[in-house]
């Protein structure tokens, strides 16, 4: 009897347990889950939205060989993660380095650098990036104030409107520099005090000391920025007016996936895009991972 009570107990428990995680379960199911699953089933279909889905095989996917945008997007998404996540990462790092000396104003300098990340993804900020750099925009301003006569339009420039996509992500640097803070702060501190009795200084102390502890945590950013990377959408889709302009030299990946699904209502062909998006982001982080023994530093 004593082992079927504490078995009814125990069934009460799990029930009464996932009770209260039902609402995240329900959301998890409903947002995540299902349309995941449609997706692909998308994929493989021609679907129009307003029409009942036709099953096409790989025909989606084959039309990507030949579409010219698919290859433009896929390119200029590499170019924006290829150099904003080092870029980002490389800032946020140095920043990291100088605010882990002890400073009475530490905690306000932490917040100012972070309150970017916090506010960097939102409309409000895009609409305002993109504003700054039009011909009339706060950007002009300034280097007219110095005495450069600038009145281009950064944003309507092939050669400049991507590199404001970056400069909007460098920016946005605060999380991974708290990340990295976290991490530095849990360095032991005596293995700094041996290597200056040994006589190193402090550049050798940064490359063999702060560096191989670190690289967990590079490893760690490194994944998640190269993810949001690949991913942007919402600072390409604001500042280049929706579409990519000019001249698709903005036309993100992502940002193609939505135009083909939302404009052009070719909801089976987004789908595929979808899951090849993933298959790259696949790729990529199993390369990192891969390569992670090689340069990736565990105490134990």
């Known amino acids: 009897m004593k082992g079927y009570y504490s078995k009814e107990r125990q069934l009460r428990e799990d029930i009464t347990g996932y009770l209260f995680i039902s609402p995240w379960l329900i959301g998890f199911l409903a947002f995540s889950v299902i349309p995941i699953l449609f997706s692909f089933y998308f994929s ?5 939205i307003l029409g009942s889905p036709i099953f096409s095989g790989l025909s989606n996917f084959k039309k990507m060989v030949k579409d010219a945008l698919f290859w433009k997007s896929l390119g200029v998404t590499f170019y924006y993660a290829f150099v904003s996540v080092p870029a980002r ?5 140095c920043i990291a380095v100088l605010f882990k000396r002890a400073s009475p104003l530490i905690r306000l300098y932490q917040a100012a650098y972070y309150l970017p990340s916090l506010v960097g993804g939102s409309i409000a900020v895009a609409v305002m990036w993109r504003r700054m750099f039009l011909s009339d925009g706060a950007v002009n301003t300034i280097l007219q104030s110095v005495g450069i006569n600038s009145t ?19 920016w946005q640097f605060g999380s991974s520099m708290l990340i990295f803070l976290a991490g530095l702060r849990q360095i032991p501190q005596t293995y700094y005090e041996a290597a200056s009795i040994d006589g190193a200084g402090s550049l050798r102390q940064f490359f063999n000391i702060t560096l191989p502890q670190m690289t967990p945590i590079i490893f760690f950013n490194l994944i998640m920025q190269l993810i949001n ?11 280049s007016g929706g579409k990519g302009e000019p001249q698709n030299s903005t036309l993100v990946y992502a940002l193609y ?9 070719d909801m089976g062909y987004s789908s595929a895009m979808a899951w090849v998006l993933v298959l790259i982001i696949g790729v990529f982080t199993g390369i990192i991972f891969k390569t992670s023994d090689r340069w990736v530093y565990y105490e134990s």
Do not use: H, K, N, P
């Open 44 to 48: 493989f279909t021609d679907y129009d």
């Open 89 to 93: 990462l490389i800032f946020a790092f």
């Open 152 to 170: 281009v339009s950064w944003i309507a420039r092939t050669d400049t409107a991507l590199w404001i996509l970056i400069i909007l992500a460098v």
């Open 229 to 239: 990377g690949f991913t942007v959408f919402t600072q390409a889709f604001i500042v």
């Open 257 to 265: 996936l939505y135009l083909r699904a939302f404009t052009y209502y």
